[in-house]
C-alpha cells in the first residue's frame, strides 16, 4: 500500500472535479476520502487466515475495478440528492476515486502487484514504473525512520502531483461548471 494518507490526498486533488455543490459538501468529502482507503480494508483478512495472494487477499478483489464501480456508484447512492440529473457524474467521480487506490498501489516498489480485472483475471499487476516506496502496513510502523522515509518518498512522488493535478482540475472545472450556469440561467423559463 502507500499510505492512507496519499490515499486521502489523491481523493482530495480528484474531487476538485466534482460539481460546485459537491465541492462544497462535507459529506462529499467524508465518501471521496473513505473510497480512497475503503479496499485497504483488506488487510482486515490476514486476521482471519486470507493469504496475500488469495481473491479476497490484501491488493485483490477490493483492489480491483469492479469492487471501484460498486463502491462508487453505492457512495454516490447514499449522498442525499442522489437522484438529481448530474447523479452519474457524481458516481463516476467516486468511482474513479476508488480506483485511484489501486493505480496508486501499482506504482510502489514492494508486495504483490494489483488484482486489477479480478474476479475474472487474478494476476497481480504493477506499472513499469514504481517510484514509490511501499508503505508498512499498519500504524506502529509509521513511527520509525522507515515512516518517515516512506512519507518523505510519497510527499515527493503524491503529495506534490496531487496538489498540481487538483489545482488543475479546479480551474477547468470551475469554468465549465460556470458555463453551465449561465445556459442554465439563460434557458426560458
Ligand atoms: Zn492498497
Request: positive net charge; aromatic residues 12%; contains cysteine.
Amino acid at each position: 500500500m502507500a499510505s492512507l494518507i496519499s490515499h486521502a490526498v489523491v481523493a482530495a486533488a480528484l474531487g476538485q472535479a466534482a460539481p460546485a455543490r459537491d465541492r462544497g459538501d462535507r459529506r462529499f468529502w467524508t465518501a471521496a476520502v473513505l473510497c480512497s482507503c475503503l479496499p485497504d480494508a483488506d488487510v482486515l483478512g490476514f486476521l482471519f487466515g486470507v493469504r496475500y495472494g488469495d481473491l479476497w487477499g490484501h491488493r485483490g478483489m477490493t483492489h480491483s475495478l469492479l469492487f471501484a464501480a460498486v463502491v462508487g456508484i453505492a457512495a454516490a447512492a447514499a449522498l442525499p440528492d442522489s437522484r438529481r440529473r448530474d447523479g452519474w457524474k457524481l458516481a463516476a467521480l467516486l468511482t474513479l476515486i476508488t480506483a485511484s487506490h489501486g493505480f496508486l498501489d501499482a506504482f510502489t516498489d514492494g508486495g504483490l502487484g494489483v488484482a486489477f480485472f479480478s474476479p475474472f483475471d487474478r494476476t497481480r499487476y504493477f506499472f513499469p514504473w514504481r517510484p514509490v516506496r511501499v508503505s508498512p502496513i499498519g500504524i506502529l510502523p509509521f513511527f520509525s525512520r522507515t515512516g518517515l522515509n516512506v512519507l518523505l518518498n510519497e510527499a515527493g512522488w503524491i503529495w506534490l502531483p496531487s496538489l498540481a493535478l487538483g489545482a488543475l482540475l479546479r480551474a477547468v472545472f470551475a469554468r465549465s461548471n460556470a458555463a453551465e450556469k449561465i445556459s442554465s440561467d439563460r434557458r426560458p423559463g
